[in-house]
């Protein structure tokens, strides 16, 4: 019975988009780390386990970053008057460029991993530096905290700096090696193929990593449509691409579960290419207002049944808490709304929750909420320490608790099945 482990509290998920579940004084079991289910009344087989009792706490999904960059923690909060090419060359590849230093990425990358747990953040999908050997520091840190999910060595042999840049057959040479030393290595971590974007990547890198997707069968990371100024370079090293995604598509690196972040300027065609192929479109609210690229149509991909997910693209996002990035959605959203004559629809908190939880969830191959079968993502928030007010509704309560999203609030973690 050991192995039998009971949380009791007021369970709070998202089963559907549009939809919060809330099960009082509930109950969630799980074997060995994985749930078994969530009960409103604790089935007579578990009585005589012992039962964690948050009384009226309530517990929720862990959050999935599904799109960030651990070096830029280093910069957070830096070059916030700047557009993406400027902030890049000023700030970001300066940044990056530190990253070969093994030393300096422990020191980073152990703040960062502790900060993600401490934040709430459980799952990622994360891009490291071109530098192969601190990724796996990064790795290594993730792993030591209790953060699970995808990390990529990042690939640049061109339009970077001179210390950041890699020749083409070393960024390969490197990628492969990246993938071989992985296998085994990691227990809750998997590496992902993480071309920067297409300005970043020549055409012979590109389709040497198609083929290391191909060899592997890795999943792949990068940026698309994310600026108006990259659209047009993107198109300028590409005349014979129409659309930014074919500059992905033509190497085989648009394929299903493809992590595509921002897609602030994909029109139609680019999005309805997303739908057929079972490319995830990332959405960073905070990031995109930051560095002014754009307001992503979300309403619409999501009326269109695009897979969206969220992300914090720390340091574009210059919040790494999930439930920020999650409540940016909803006012960036407010812009569209207002912008299009109140006729596109903007995101509910509830939304917004499904799209930081479940939605990112599936990408690991998890149902929504607790499903049975899954192992425990869990987080235990706290309100008791904000203002008095009425009594309150279990959805209104989680709604104050995105807002407040002060780490004070989180009670406890879990990841992996294990409390962290
Ligand atoms: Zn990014």
Redesign the pocket.
């Known amino acids: 019975m050991r192995s039998i482990q009971v949380l009791k509290g007021n369970v709070v998920y998202a089963q559907k988009r549009t939809e919060l579940t809330c099960v009082e004084n509930g109950y969630i079991v799980t074997k060995n780390g994985v749930i078994e289910g969530v009960f409103k009344v604790l089935p007579g087989e578990y009585r005589g386990v012992r039962v964690e009792d948050y009384g009226d706490k309530l517990i929720i999904p862990s959050f999935c970053d599904m799109?960030?960059?651990a070096p830029q923690f280093a910069m957070l909060g830096m070059g916030m008057d700047l557009e993406l090419i400027e902030w890049l060359n000023k700030y970001t590849f300066k940044t990056e460029a530190r990253f070969a230093d093994t030393a300096y990425a422990r020191r980073v990358y152990r703040m960062f991993a502790d900060a993600l747990i401490k934040k709430g953040t459980t799952r990622v999908a994360v891009?490291s530096s071109v530098h192969r050997e601190s990724t796996h520091v990064l790795m290594e840190e993730l792993e030591r905290a209790g953060v699970t999910g995808y990390v990529g060595k990042v690939n640049m042999d061109r339009n970077c700096s001179d210390d950041t840049r890699e020749t083409t057959e070393e960024s390969l040479l490197e990628t492969r090696r990246f993938l071989e030393e992985c296998k085994g290595r990691y227990k809750h971590l998997t590496p992902i193929l993480t071309p920067r974007f297409t300005p970043s990547c020549s055409n012979e890198l590109m389709a040497g990593l198609g083929k290391l997707q191909r060899e592997y069968g890795v999943r792949v990371q990068s940026?698309l449509s994310?600026n108006r100024q990259e659209v047009e370079w993107v198109k300028a090293l590409h005349p014979d691409s129409e659309y930014y995604y074919e500059t992905y598509e033509k190497y085989g690196l648009w394929i299903e579960n493809t992590i595509m972040?921002?897609c602030v300027y994909s029109g139609e065609r680019e999005r309805a290419a997303m739908k057929e192929a079972g490319v995830v479109v990332a959405h960073?609210p905070d990031?995109n207002m930051n560095i002014a690229s754009g307001f992503a149509p979300v309403r619409r991909m999501l009326e269109e049944g695009l897979n969206v997910v969220l992300?914090t693209?720390i340091a574009?996002g210059a919040l790494l808490s999930m439930r920020d990035s999650a409540t940016s959605a909803v006012r960036t959203s407010k812009i569209r709304w207002l912008l299009s004559d109140k006729k596109e629809d903007f995101l509910t908190v509830a939304e917004a929750f499904y799209l930081a939880t479940s939605a990112g969830q599936a990408y690991f191959g998890a149902g929504p909420g607790f499903q049975a079968g899954d192992a425990l993502h869990a987080l235990v928030l706290d309100d008791s320490r904000l203002p008095e007010t009425r009594p309150l509704t279990l959805e209104e309560r989680l709604e104050r608790l995105m807002y407040f999203s002060s780490d004070d609030t989180i009670a406890a973690r879990y990841s992996e099945g294990e409390l962290r």
């Open positions: 799109h960030l960059h891009y940026h994310e972040a921002h960073c990031s992300g693209d574009g």
